[in-house]
C-alpha cells in the first residue's frame, strides 16, 4: 500500500465522534478492546475473558454483543479495514496532484501515519494466521477486496500500478512487524531499501 518512497511512520489518526446508544458504545468498546487484545496474543491463544476485561464489562456481555470469539474477531477486522479504507481516503483527498501515481503515494502515506498504531498491523497479521478459520477467511478477503478497490477507483492508477501499491503495504508490513533496518545487515538493508520508518 506504500511507494517506494513512502514513509512507514507518523501519528494515530484521530478517530469520528459520533453519539452512539449504550448497546453500539458497548460493541465499539468491546471491538476496540478486541483490536487491541487480539493484535497482541493471535486468534487462537485470546480467551473472549481477555477481551472482556480490556472492555472493562463481563464476559458474559460480551457473549450478548457476540455469538462467540470467531464473530468477536470477524468484528475486530472488520472494524480495522474500515479504518483502514478510512485512512486511504484521507490520504488521496490530501494529495496535491491528482496524477494516479500521486494520489496512490498520498493513500500510502496515510496507510503508514494508521499503522503506527501497531494493533491494526499486528490484527492483519493475526488474521493472515488464522485463515483457515472459514469465517476470518472469508473477512480478510473482503476486506483487502475493498481496500483493493478502493485505491484503484479513488486513484484511478492501472492494475499493476495498484498491484503494486498493495505489494509495498505487505513489504512495510513485515519491515514494521519486526522492526527491521539496514542496521540488521546487507540483506536487511536490501528488503527495507526505500521505505523509511521509525
Not at 119 to 125: A, K, P
Amino acid at each position: 500500500m506504500l511507494s517506494s518512497d513512502s514513509e512507514c511512520t507518523v501519528t494515530h489518526m484521530p478517530e469520528p465522534t459520533i453519539t452512539l446508544s449504550t448497546a453500539d458504545e458497548r460493541r465499539r468498546t468491546v471491538v476496540d478492546a478486541a483490536i487491541a487484545v487480539f493484535a497482541r496474543t493471535g486468534y487462537a491463544a485470546t480467551p473472549v475473558a481477555a477481551v472482556a476485561e480490556q472492555a472493562g464489562i463481563s464476559t458474559a456481555y460480551v457473549f450478548k454483543l457476540y455469538s462467540g470469539k470467531e464473530a468477536l474477531f470477524v468484528a475486530a477486522l472488520e472494524r480495522c479495514f474500515v479504518r483502514v479504507v478510512d485512512a486511504l481516503r484521507i490520504g488521496a483527498d490530501a494529495s496535491r496532484s491528482s496524477d494516479p501515481a500521486a494520489v496512490l503515494d498520498a493513500m500510502g502515506e496515510a496507510y503508514a501515519r494508521l499503522i503506527t498504531d501497531r494493533s491494526l498491523l499486528m490484527l492483519q497479521v493475526h488474521a493472515m494466521s488464522a485463515a483457515d478459520v472459514p469465517a476470518i477467511a472469508q473477512a480478510l478477503r473482503a476486506g483487502l477486496e475493498r481496500v483493493t478497490a478502493f485505491a484503484g477507483e479513488r486513484s484511478g492508477a492501472p492494475s499493476a500500478a495498484v498491484q503494486r501499491f498493495l505489494a509495498y503495504g505487505q513489504l512495510c508490513h513485515l519491515i514494521v512487524a519486526t522492526g527491521l533496518t539496514a542496521e540488521d545487515g546487507e540483506w536487511a538493508g536490501l528488503i527495507a531499501d526505500g521505505i523509511r520508518h521509525y
